[in-house]
């Protein structure tokens, strides 16, 4: 589903839900092959906007790591591709935008959608 929603495929989230898919449910990431991890890490180095100090902060951190990762609810996918269609099928069938991102876990959902519009 992560896949579809990813891609703009409104039609095929919409169709695994209807199959029984979770709508709020998460995926394991894996983590990239150490060539393009290492080729990721160096790119955000040499970005002035971030910084070598600041990637190595965030490694420390844990931010930045290779390690597999647990995504958040496929909702935050389809925001961030920008894709109205796909959050309108994860909406009719009842996607929580509260669920999986802790901060906004107890505000307005107007104002969690709006947060997270702006954050695109």
Known sequence: MYTAAGQGQSAVV????DDGAT???SA???????????????ALS?????GAKAVKGMQASGIV???PQESGPVIFVAIGC??????????RHHASPMRGWPMLRSADPFISAVV???AK
């Open 23 to 25: 709508v709020d449910g």
């Open 116 to 118: 997270l519009l702006k």
């Open 14 to 17: 919409d169709a695994l839900l």
């Open 46 to 50: 040499r970005d002035p906007r971030i």
């Open 65 to 67: 790591s290779n390690q």
């Open 28 to 42: 394991e990431i894996p983590s990239l092959n150490m060539g393009s991890y290492q080729r990721t890490v160096d």
């Open 82 to 91: 920008n894709d109205l269609a796909t959050v309108n099928v994860l909406l």
